[in-house]
């Protein structure tokens, strides 16, 4: 069975920064793609950011692009997103996940999400 310990949300003021962490247990990291997905109030899910099986290549949505940095550590099968310079439009509730497609992770972030998710909120 896969149990997921989400931490690091919060609330934070504008231009603060955090960090979130995704710990998963019963799945292996390193046989999936990984990524970062957020939704917000009334929004639809959508992709933040993505790292490759084994953490060589990394992508991001332009909206986050140079904010925040993905990373993975396969050895304790933990992601995390290091989230600086935030801005109130980051305020979601974010989730980890992965899939055997690299694409889906942006086509179906829905799909690819994993557990409850986290809450970040950033004031103004």
């Known amino acids: 069975q896969v149990q997921l310990v989400y931490s690091g949300g919060g609330l934070v003021q504008a231009g603060g920064s955090l960090r979130l962490s995704c710990a998963a247990s019963g799945r292996t990291f390193s046989n999936y793609h990984m990524g970062w997905f957020r939704q917000a109030p009334g929004k639809e899910r959508e992709f933040v950011a993505a790292v490759i099986r084994f953490g060589a290549s990394t992508d991001y949505a332009d909206s986050v692009k140079g904010r925040f940095t993905i990373s993975r550590d396969n050895a304790k099968n933990t992601m995390y997103l290091q989230m600086n310079s935030l801005k109130p439009e980051d305020t979601a509730v974010y989730y980890c996940?992965?899939?055997?497609?690299?694409?889906?992770?942006?086509?179906?972030?829905?799909?690819?999400?994993w557990g409850q998710g986290i809450q970040v909120t950033v004031s103004s």
């Open positions: 996940g992965g899939s055997g497609s690299y694409g889906d992770l942006k086509r179906r972030p829905a799909n690819a999400s």
